[in-house]
């Protein structure tokens, strides 16, 4: 982590010249996006600004890059690409006179139809921790505070202001926490927000085992925590939120923090001053970091060609290619030249302001899949209307933003895509055998004519550069690497969180997390379920060999790192890039825990005939596991397989090895 220790000296400081009740005035914002100042000291507003994939115009009221959605930064499984995401993120930020982007937004998928999920990175919780702390190292190198959220255990819009997630220590501990622990540990995250909902049975914003006991007791958090906007309505007292280490409520004057309650609620003897400051301190410490107490820092920058550039290519790079009968595609001129393009999808854009909630961004420009596929053509294909009449056929179908579908504040009530739309589709492909559904959307949908189509590519939410980045694609210029961050099921009754109503959606004052450890892959893993598209799934226009496993030793102590080599191999006639992912199995499992996990994984580009050494590192304290009857981490003895693979399905190479001692 940064030393901190000048930083400290200063913060405690202004913690002595402050009075009692300038300190009970900073707890609240003022409006929406600001805290309060205080002019005597020389501090100014302190401004917070949305969201995860770029700065929002509501919150700033400018137009800024519309990056890709979170579930499409995570398809890229690309941790390089991350930082320098990160790193404009703040830039932007800095630029409208942020000093907190409100993301990376890190929840756990639990269900696929969480009207957040196109706002999430995954399912998985190593894949989400790779992927938050090179964007949190990327948006504070520039002096800007990454706000992590929502903390904790925030996996439905459905009763969100309400609803307590009931789930064990042992699913939080190894599913729920660790990318916000790994946020806070490896990257120095300088602010936490706290959910809306509860946590077995503790508002968020007043959880004291959260916000105090694991990150700053445990963890060794020093930022601050800010509400949900509006979510401290949801807890029991002024006094509750301070003893349970919430630092700044926002929006506004408050309701809890609103500074007549917080005077009074102190006036009785309810809360410390002592306490006060153990919350206001990493609210100024982030504006020493920041630069914000001196007009220090850099000056930002947005809008510009460079982070343009580089919304086209995460939007490339999470281009997921989800299956490709006959090498249909890239389109091949020698072969399609009339080419039908349809779809609900086609000339529509995706950011918007307030488009999908918080995370809605306005960028100056949005290029549609229409505009992206007439931009890109080079006059390579002639488009035409009719189907039966064309070589092949591009159909733009998915979601929207729209309330009840990819969107905030209200979950989605159906898997499966509008019937129009799968009626369009069965259509379209009874006429024309060459039909290619091209997605947009930022959850998993059911797909009932997968078996009639000959190619899907999943394109997400991609963003203001979208349309050129799906044409560059389709087209072949662009080789797809996208890889799925989550497991999309055949049926909803096959996900986990969807074995009754008790599980999802709760009955408005609880939900019960039943599934424990065993979400997303875990689950179809241990019941044997075929998924409709597995966790890690993608294909390319070119071929990958794995071969040449080996490890650096069979028998090792728990405490030792074990190193993974393997030669991967482009064997196609086109270069491109391939995600090598490990996954550990526990060759004998208790009944309750999932067959295997996620571990490691690198992405690596190959020209056509190339072949690279790669070797991964596997800390075997990785494998410990959370024992609920000691609470505490422990190592687990015995035999394990490392699988080498393209997914979580398609394992390519495996070797066993085994962890000799224990506790």
Known sequence: MTDLSPDTDRVTRLLQELTIDEKLSLCA????????????????????????????????????????????????????????????????????????????????????????????????????????????????????????????????ETHRMRISAEVSERALQEIYLPAFRAAVEQADAWSVMAAYNSINGVPACQNGDLLQRRLRGEWGFRGFVVSDWFAVRGTTSSAACVKGGLSLEMPGKGSRYRYKNLKASHAQGQFSEAELDDNLRGLLHAMVLTGHLDSGGPRGQRNTAGHQALAREMAEAGMTLLKNDGALLPLDPSRIRTVAVLGPKLKKRNCLPLWGGSAGVWPPYEITPWQGLQQENRERFEWVSDPAQADAVLLFVGLSHRPGLDSEVRDRKRLELSEKQNKLIRETVAVNANTIVVLINGSPVAMPWVDQVPAILECWYPGMEGGAAIARTLFGDCNPSGKLPVTFPRSLEHSPAHASARTFPGDRRTVHYDEELLVGYRHFDKAGIAPLFPFGHGLSYTEFEYRDLQLSGEYLQPEQTLTVSLTVVNTGAVAGAEVVQLYVADQQPSEDRPPQSLRGFTKIWLAPGEAKLLSLQLPLVHLNIFCPQRNAWQPKPGAYTARLGSSSRDIRLQADFSIVSGI
């Not at 919150?59 to 404009?88: E, K, V, Y």
């Not at 982007?101 to 890190?106: D, F, H, Q, S, V």
């Not at 139809?113 to 919780?125: C, K």
């Not at 948006?139 to 903390?151: G, M, N, S």
Request: hydrophobic share 40%; with cysteine; aromatic share 8%.
């Open 29 to 156: 914002g003022q409006g929406l996006w600001r805290t309060k100042p205080l002019a005597r000291l020389g501090i100014k507003p302190f401004k917070l600004t949305d969201g995860p994939r770029g700065v929002g115009f509501h919150s700033t009221g400018r137009r800024c890059t519309a990056f890709p959605s979170g579930i499409a930064q995570a398809a890229t499984w690309d941790a390089d690409l991350m930082a320098r995401f990160g790193a404009a993120l703040g830039q932007e930020c800095r630029a409208v006179g942020g000093r907190t982007i409100l993301g990376p937004a890190i929840n756990i998928t639990r269900t696929p139809l969480n009207g957040r999920t196109f706002e999430y990175l995954s399912e998985d919780p190593y894949l989400n921790s790779r992927l938050v702390v090179p964007i949190v190292k990327g948006v504070q190198e520039q002096a800007v505070a990454a706000c992590i959220k929502h903390f904790a255990v925030n996996n439905q």
